[in-house]
């Protein structure tokens, strides 16, 4: 199984931990008095950075939410108080994509951007990539974070590097085959994306030499279906990986692929929250992902409610690593959730299902209020050659899974929209 750094990602958990208390606590002293957002949130708390002795220490630590550090940049444009350092320092701009309210500034330094490489090496190495690779990266390089980091990943494993912007799908299909990439890193829904081109064009994907495809930005690679269907189209495994822009690349999918991310602990510290209580809960029980990162003083991070949903397994995984992981990637997000007549519905199992019908080469979903009913209706693309009859096979399998009959209707070809980055497929609108 290759690796990125063998000694620490197969360590004993003490010595993971005691890994952890020396990089929080240098942390705390790096931004003590530097940073006013987080040296004024410790103060409230009347904390000082001596009083965090332990890892259970840092739950006397104040939460951290999206709220505050958006209205945070609000009240003190354009780049808000978590800032370490002063602004010359800074050598990276990025923002959010917004997709959950409004876009979020981020900058690193020239220390902390290697740092985003170094765990994007973690991601890469889990796939096992190496200098023998070339890594094609499909997207546009624009101001979201998205893939940026990867770039860096690839130059310290010692891979080649492709880059894919200013290209359109069927350019991005020939430049892969005439550079031999060997990788593709892309959203799940762009590879997906590509192979409809692929197949649109009779592009022989069996001339494109690769062997693994790294994917991030929204869920997918972790859905079994969406996986599965990935995977039959390019013929190669496909790796999962999660992570945030004001938070880092935290997680990654090695080669053993037991079913979750592995935490890159020796940057992060992970808490899993109940939503309900705000107590942390044990390993193997669901709740909010809590995370704080490790190695970006000028941006730091500290028990950030992601909004994730996760269970934590800590057992040694077979790959050798004993980095605990997610089991099950990311499970979903607290706020993604969505009641309909009563049942609790995740976009994530909505998709699963709908995956499962290969002849769905897209799908939207829309929650509405008809006479003060829910009601939910999906329109479904299929390839040029399906028979339209899936629809109500499709609604069968929801009804099942989900305990109400949504409205299922296929839709002429090119009417849904397609995505390069995150995908916006399900959409409430209600009264």
């Given at each position: 199984?290759?690796?990125?750094?063998?000694?620490?990602?197969?360590?004993?958990?003490?010595?993971?931990?005691?890994?952890?208390?020396?990089?929080?606590?240098?942390?705390?002293?790096?931004?003590?008095?530097?940073?006013?957002?987080?040296?004024?949130?410790?103060?409230?708390?009347?904390?000082?950075?001596?009083?965090?002795?332990?890892?259970?220490?840092?739950?006397?630590?104040?939460?951290?939410?999206?709220?505050?550090?958006?209205?945070?940049?609000?009240?003190?444009?354009?780049?808000?108080?978590?800032?370490?350092?002063?602004?010359?320092?800074?050598?990276?701009?990025?923002?959010?994509?917004?997709?959950?309210?409004?876009?979020?500034?981020?900058?690193?330094?020239?220390?902390?951007?290697?740092?985003?490489?170094?765990?994007?090496?973690?991601?890469?190495?889990?796939?096992?990539?190496?200098?023998?690779?070339?890594?094609?990266?499909?997207?546009?390089?624009?101001?979201?974070?998205?893939?940026?980091?990867?770039?860096?990943?690839?130059?310290?494993?010692?891979?080649?590097?492709?880059?894919?912007?200013?290209?359109?799908?069927?350019?991005?299909?020939?430049?892969?085959?005439?550079?031999?990439?060997?990788?593709?890193?892309?959203?799940?829904?762009?590879?997906?994306?590509?192979?409809?081109?692929?197949?649109?064009?009779?592009?022989?994907?069996?001339?494109?030499?690769?062997?693994?495809?790294?994917?991030?930005?929204?869920?997918?690679?972790?859905?079994?279906?969406?996986?599965?269907?990935?995977?039959?189209?390019?013929?190669?495994?496909?790796?999962?990986?999660?992570?945030?822009?004001?938070?880092?690349?935290?997680?990654?999918?090695?080669?053993?692929?037991?079913?979750?991310?592995?935490?890159?602990?020796?940057?992060?510290?992970?808490?899993?929250?109940?939503?309900?209580?705000?107590?942390?809960?044990?390993?193997?029980?669901?709740g909010e992902l809590v995370i704080t990162n490790l190695g970006r003083w000028g941006?730091?991070?500290?028990?950030?409610?992601?909004?994730?949903?996760?269970?934590?397994?800590?057992?040694?995984?077979?790959?050798?690593?004993?980095?605990?992981?997610?089991?099950?990637?990311?499970?979903?997000?607290?706020?993604?959730?969505?009641?309909?007549?009563?049942?609790?519905?995740?976009?994530?199992?909505?998709?699963?299902?709908?995956?499962?019908?290969?002849?769905?080469?897209?799908?939207?979903?829309?929650?509405?209020?008809?006479?003060?009913?829910?009601?939910?209706?999906?329109?479904?693309?299929?390839?040029?050659?399906?028979?339209?009859?899936?629809?109500?096979?499709?609604?069968?399998?929801?009804?099942?899974?989900?305990?109400?009959?949504?409205?299922?209707?296929?839709?002429?070809?090119?009417?849904?929209?397609?995505?390069?980055?995150?995908?916006?497929?399900?959409?409430?609108?209600?009264?």
């Amino acid at each position: 199984m290759p690796f990125f750094d063998q000694p620490i990602e197969t360590a004993p958990r003490s010595q993971i931990n005691f890994l952890q208390l020396q990089k929080l606590r240098a942390m705390l002293e790096g931004i003590w008095e530097r940073n006013k957002f987080y040296t004024a949130k410790m103060k409230a708390a009347n904390l000082k950075p001596d009083d965090i002795r332990t890892l259970a220490d840092l739950r006397r630590l104040p939460l951290t939410t999206k709220h505050e550090l958006v209205h945070d940049q609000l009240d003190h444009p354009p780049f808000g108080s978590n800032v370490t350092y002063d602004l010359k320092k800074y050598v990276r701009f990025h923002q959010t994509s917004g997709t959950t309210g409004s876009p979020f500034r981020v900058l690193d330094t020239e220390e902390s951007w290697d740092w985003w490489g170094q765990c994007w090496a973690y991601v890469l190495s889990g796939a096992g990539l190496s200098s023998e690779d070339r890594i094609f990266e499909a997207f546009s390089f624009g101001p979201f974070i998205g893939f940026w980091a990867s770039v860096e990943g690839a130059r310290k494993i010692g891979a080649m590097m492709i880059p894919g912007g200013g290209r359109d799908s069927p350019q991005r299909l020939e430049l892969m085959r005439d550079t031999c990439s060997t990788a593709l890193c892309c959203t799940p829904t762009y590879a997906l994306r590509l192979a409809e081109v692929a197949r649109e064009l009779n592009f022989e994907m069996k001339t494109l030499p690769v062997r693994a495809t790294i994917h991030a930005g929204e869920p997918g690679a972790n859905i079994p279906f969406t996986k599965k269907r990935i995977q039959e189209s390019w013929n190669a495994k496909c790796y999962d990986h999660a992570g945030a822009s004001e938070v880092g690349a935290h997680s990654f999918e090695c080669e053993a692929q037991p079913g979750g991310t592995h935490i890159i602990e020796s940057e992060f510290i992970v808490e899993v929250m109940d939503t309900r209580t705000n107590e942390i809960v044990a390993p193997g029980e669901c709740g909010e992902l809590v995370i704080t990162n490790l190695g970006r003083w000028g941006f730091p991070i500290i028990r950030y409610r992601s909004g994730d949903l996760v269970v934590v397994n800590e057992e040694k995984c077979e790959c050798g690593r004993t980095f605990a992981r997610f089991e099950g990637g990311i499970v979903g997000r607290a706020d993604d959730m969505v009641t309909v007549r009563g049942v609790n519905v995740f976009p994530s199992a909505v998709e699963n299902i709908i995956r499962k019908f290969k002849e769905v080469d897209e799908f939207r979903v829309t929650v509405h209020t008809v006479k003060q009913m829910d009601e939910m209706e999906v329109e479904i693309e299929l390839a040029a050659d399906a028979d339209s009859s899936s629809a109500a096979s499709i609604a069968q399998a929801l009804d099942s899974a989900l305990s109400f009959r949504p409205t299922v209707r296929a839709v002429k070809r090119d009417t849904l929209p397609r995505f390069e980055l995150k995908a916006k497929r399900f959409h409430v609108k209600r009264e």
